[in-house]
């Protein structure tokens, strides 16, 4: 027993000898090097910025309403004009409400007469990776006709929806935050919400913002003048402006 342990650790001692005798590899030192890749996008120069019919899969391009021209990323690019008609109940005193007329235009490559829904075009094109913003509007000059002015009256804008203004463009990138109900606008000027798209990463883009589709855009943008209200012969005109607007990043 005691020889065997003796043979055992001479044969320990000679295993070590030989792994002590073997060279250690030496390791390679690191050297990184950086090179660098770029790629350069621009706006499509092609693009005349007309106005085509929305929620199509056509690319039919409009005489109106009349396209934003402005070289900025972040804009409204067209809003259609209201038409409520004609009336003749000047004097009886009663609350009234008046359909909006579908939006009435001209295919500007063969002038054909062409009617649809009311919408708002505007896009949001900023590189940036925080795309949220609101789209919204204001009265910002009352009914007013020869000084004399609608009080109180209203506009309701109904059945809300956004879609893409490009058939190729990408689905997934269209903002949340539509409004589901009614928005009115007042005679005070008060600004009101259409879009609050919440989302970063949608939004980014160009898009219709709709009031009803083709059969029910007679039903979806009304005037409300209430009761007791002078009105007298003639057309009273209002202006409506529409505002795209980032959202300020939360204060940490």
Sequence with gaps: MKHTHKLSGAA???VLGVALAVPTATKAEANPWA????????KD????????VPDTDTDITITEPT????????KINAATDLDFDKHTDLYDGKAKEYNAKKFSTTNKENGEAIEMQHFVRFQDYRATTDHKYTVSAAMTSPFTNNGMVLEQASIIYNNLRTLTSKKDANQDLIPVGTATGAVTLTS???SQTFVSNTDPKKGFGQFDLLFGTNETAEDSVKLSIPAGVTIAKGIYTAD??????DVPAAAE
């Design 67 to 74: 396209p934003n021209t402005e070289d900025k990323d972040m």
């Design 45 to 52: 120069t092609s693009d005349s910025g007309d106005i085509t």
């Design 188 to 190: 005070d000027g008060a």
């Design 240 to 245: 409506i402006t529409w505002t795209i607007a």
């Design 12 to 14: 320990l001692l000679a």
């Design 35 to 42: 090179s660098k890749g770029s790629v350069e996008f621009d």
